[in-house]
């Protein structure tokens, strides 16, 4: 696999040579457009997700949510005249298949904008290259703090960075809930050192230290030792490094050892139904840049429409997932009209970066400036309580 990634890596900027290339003298009627994905139809946006993999529950949603803006934007006229075409390639959540949809993408369908592209690994992959063809990379849905950091012009972030919302949450349960021996729980990757490094840095602003801490492969089913272990150091909170899996099975692990009297705290990464349904996951906290809408919920003549919309186009509640595509499609489409009719990479970034009131349907906000290219600056707390997330605290800032 390692020589297979290799191999796609070396022969990407070959292929981007033969595709960017002038005419050559050949005849000007033939030459390719002057911005790629761009004509006077159309505009032409991708996305490399996950359809039919391990995080398909985010590419699916995220892809039905933009499409569902999208084509209410398309069937109004479009975007100063041009109609919105979004590609999207499945990548089954595999490293080599994402760089090869990508490659597609860029070098084939020629998109002028990468969106929501799922995966840190997948995208601290193909930005490089991605940007060496002058495309940006927006909203992708990935928690990784290099989705916005070191600061790249074509880099932009609408979701919770995992550091950012862990720090956030290590101190509203410091000085809020007055815990004072705050454990981590992470697995063996860059995912998990994120959240060790946002809890050790948050504490130590404080004065304090991690209590204890314990890592795991993302593939283990046993947690007997480390939750042992965490209760001896008499741990009274753990922030989680984990996903949906092993989160259930940490806590289960707790409530058959009777361990109470400790707050587990997860993120973006571990905030699933899946969860909110265990008997395990009843008191289990998350701190997330957007909350679960339920159907009974009491909702907004606009969101009630975006809820009914989308149950009527895919047979299906909508989760965050929907969410986030939603409002990443609509942060796209409001850029693209302030950018103008003479659309141009450079004319969409300043277009971004302008971005500095923005609230969406739901309720959230999100800005941006030219020298911060990350959306969200606060979180939301919420608890599982009786088989549901329910919100305690909105717009903690980070």
Known sequence: MKKTLQRLLLAWPLALAGCTGGDEGGDSAS???????????????????DLSGPVAIWGVGGTNGARLR???????GGVHGRLIRFVVEDTNYQLPKAIQAANK??????????????GTPMNNA????????????LFPISGGRQMVEPFHPMKFAQRGIYYDEVRAAVRHFVENEGKQRVCVIHHESDYGQEIVDAAEDQLAAMGMQVAARTAHKPTESEFTAAVLRLRQAECDMVAMATVHRDTI????????????????????????QVIADHESGQGYYAFTHMAK???????????????????ALYGDEPGIAAMEGYRAADLTLLALENAGRDLTVDALLRSVEAITDYTDIFGYRVSFSPEEHGGVRESVLSQVQDGRYLVLAEAVTY
């Open 31 to 49: 030459a390719a457009p002057e911005v790629r994905g761009v004509t006077d139809a159309e505009i032409v946006l991708g996305s490399y997700t």
């Open 105 to 118: 993408l860029i070098n084939r369908d020629d998109i002028f904008a990468m969106l929501l592209a799922v």
């Open 293 to 311: 809408i339920y159907p009974d919920d009491e909702k907004s003549p606009a969101v009630q429409a975006w809820w009914d919309q989308y149950v």
């Open 126 to 137: 193909i930005m490089p290259q991605q940007f060496e063809a002058g495309v940006p990379n």
């Open 249 to 272: 099975l940490v806590l289960d692990t707790a409530r058959k050892m009777g361990w109470e009297d400790v707050a587990w705290v997860g993120n973006n990464a571990a905030y699933g």
């Open 70 to 76: 999208f084509d209410q934007a398309n069937a109004e």
